[in-house]
């Protein structure tokens, strides 16, 4: 569904690391492009890429307000390459899913990029998860997800030793990769196919103009003025963005709709300390509650050798915080005025309560985690990284989980097009995602 608003055993695969972009403006005030996008995360890099590789002949340029590409959401995850096993069938985000996985895995060998394919357990510890596992294998297996099975007891251990439960989807499917590598990968095929990438370019404004750039011969050739916080401004014939954890925010510059809204939620990670690593191999995750928004805690091998345990959920006070004590007034406003967010606490305060415990005793995710595998102790373990999600909510309460298109209004919203939301996860799809934003910017412009 696409929403148009008006307004065990692991498999290494191992090669080159792509070498750092260049980033160029090309005049130090004023620059035109047929394209600009706005946004350098995965969906921004995927999106540029596939744009113009179907249109070689026309010029691009991709924005970033960071000093690098691919620092937030692409950088701060948890490096799983998905295989599509929890979506609905049918769904635009299961579709994706599966063949972005599919894409990505043929991008990552063509393009020399290590991943290592570790698989995932899916683990009942429970007898009463046991209903729920075997209807998510079914779900699997209406998807396409790749050499799907269940296995009991001694199938777990022969493929995870020290993790214990009654049954479990095996996902050999599965695997990890830096994402942000992928993300620059993409990056480094844009600038080779002939576009800019310009960093350090906070967009501030974007608004159709009436007269040429200074100097100019060309009339209104690109109408589409994005003004930089820093007073640089880009003209462009179409505009598209992707922003990621400020995506709501764009668009609203265009005179989008405040909503849906991005609500930011930080996942706080353990890492298992390297005497321990042999405790785990591949992916472990628990059975998913329906009753509640997100996966639960799990077990995720790294691509540097570390492990990760986690993460939690709790709501950010910062939109770009990665800390506990990170804040940011205006952020916190947002969320906490926000209708939608103020439903979605009421029809989840146990969890919500029970993450927040969790993210501040680390014993208690430790209690958790021991129910897969009981020879993990709190000693084991240290406080690791987080990330920060922007999970787009509607007005009720509900999370977003299709895509969001929106232009804008008036004479600008016909050269926009604004990604609101793109399906998580996001990184595993972005291929495929890409191809889809590249469709609707197709559908909408004429380049």
């Known amino acids: ?15 080159t690391v792509p070498k750092p972009l260049t980033c160029v403006m090309r005049h130090a005030h004023s620059s035109t492009y ?28 991709l924005l970033e307000k960071e000093k690098e590409l691919a620092m937030h959401q692409s950088g701060h995850n948890s490096g799983v390459i998905h295989s599509g096993i929890y979506y609905t069938p049918g769904s635009l985000k299961a579709r994706l899913c599966v063949k972005g996985a599919t894409m990505a895995y043929e991008y990552l060998d063509k393009q020399g990029l290590p991943y290592k394919r570790c698989g995932k357990l899916v683990v009942a510890v429970e007898r009463e998860e046991i209903p729920r596992l075997k209807a998510l294998y079914e779900r699997g297996q209406e998807n396409g997800v790749r050499d799907l099975t269940l296995i009991d007891s001694k199938g777990i251990q022969e493929r995870e030793p020290f993790c214990r439960g009654l049954m479990a989807l095996d996902s050999p499917y599965t695997g990890i990769v830096d994402w942000r590598q992928v993300s620059l990968s993409y990056g480094k095929d844009f600038q080779d196919a002939g576009g800019t990438v310009v960093t350090e370019y906070e967009a501030s404004d974007i608004a159709m103009v009436k007269e040429s750039p200074a100097g100019g011969t060309e009339g209104l050739k690109y109408p589409i003025a994005i003004r930089g916080s820093k007073g640089k401004e880009v003209r462009c014939r179409y505009l598209l963005t992707c922003g990621g954890l400020y995506s709501d925010r764009i668009s609203q510059i265009s005179g989008c709709s405040p909503e849906p809204r991005i609500v930011p939620f930080r996942g706080d990670y353990l890492v298992l300390k390297p005497e321990k690593h042999y405790l785990v191999k591949g992916n472990i995750y628990p059975v998913p509650d329906p009753k509640f928004p997100f996966l639960g805690v799990h077990f995720t091998p790294r691509m540097d050798g570390s492990i990760w345990l986690g993460p939690n959920a709790v709501l950010a006070f910062k939109r770009e915080g990665y800390k506990m004590y990170d804040f940011d007034i205006r952020d916190v406003t947002d969320a906490l005025c926000f209708r939608g967010l103020h439903k979605l606490v009421l029809k989840n305060i146990l969890y919500g309560v029970g993450e927040m415990y969790r993210g501040v005793f680390i014993g208690a995710q430790v209690k958790i985690l021991q129910k897969f595998i009981p020879e993990l102790s709190l000693q084991d373990v240290l406080r690791g990284p987080a990330g920060v999600r922007a999970q787009a909510l509607d007005k009720e309460g509900n999370l977003v989980d299709d895509f969001v298109f929106d232009g804008g209004v008036g004479d600008v919203g016909s050269r926009v097009l604004h990604v609101r939301n793109a399906p998580s996860p996001a990184a595993t799809s972005s291929l495929a995602i890409a191809q889809m934003v590249a469709d609707e910017v197709e559908r909408r412009f004429t380049l």
């Open 34 to 61: 047929d394209v600009a996008v706005v946004g350098g995360g995965i969906v921004g890099l995927a999106s540029a890429r596939e744009l113009i590789l179907r249109h070689p002949t026309l010029s691009f340029v």
């Open 1 to 15: 569904m696409i929403r148009n608003l008006s307004s065990a055993s692991c498999i290494v695969f191992s090669a």
